[in-house]
């Protein structure tokens, strides 16, 4: 195999990476990162609005942290502070196309995402009733934290 073969071998594969950790951080933010089952519907939490599937109710992250959540405990608070460090995720993995990125950083921003989504579960589950919040979004975040990774 020649030095040019070589080279060209490691561009493409350097690129499915970059394509790769580029789908793993998208779907990272559009699956629902909370699946909580109710008696006649579902609520499902995704990195920007709640969602409500009985009453097709939408509220988003902002309209939840400042209207609806004056006095609650700090669980409830766990999915919006995610929600700020998926976006630092976001941002610091733009900074790729820079050259200006720490990937530690990036990947310390999704796996720390990943760990408040799994802290919302307390916050958005009701042990007495029976109703536990399923992190799905968790095992996302954890992915795009694996293909950060230096």
């Given at each position: 195999m020649t030095d040019r073969e070589t080279a060209?071998?490691?561009l493409s594969t350097g690129a499915f990476s970059r394509r790769r950790r580029a789908l793993a951080v998208l779907a990272?933010?559009?699956v629902p990162w909370l699946v909580?089952?109710?008696e006649d519907a579902v609520g499902l939490v995704f990195?920007?609005?709640l969602a409500n599937t009985?009453?097709?109710a939408l509220t988003s992250v902002y309209d939840y942290v400042f209207v609806y959540t004056r006095g609650l405990p700090t669980e409830l608070l766990a999915w919006p502070t995610a929600t700020l460090l998926y976006g630092a995720?976001?941002?610091s993995a733009a900074l790729?196309?820079?050259d200006r990125e720490d990937r530690r950083v990036t990947a310390g921003l999704f796996a720390l995402a990943a760990f408040d989504v799994c802290y919302a579960v307390l916050?958005?589950?009701?042990f007495r009733a029976g109703t536990i919040a399923y992190p799905l979004g968790a095992v996302f975040l954890a992915l795009a934290a694996w293909t950060s990774r230096p």
């Open positions: 060209a071998g490691s990272a933010g559009l909580i089952p109710y990195s920007v609005a009985e009453t097709l995720g976001v941002a790729s196309r820079v916050g958005f589950s009701s």
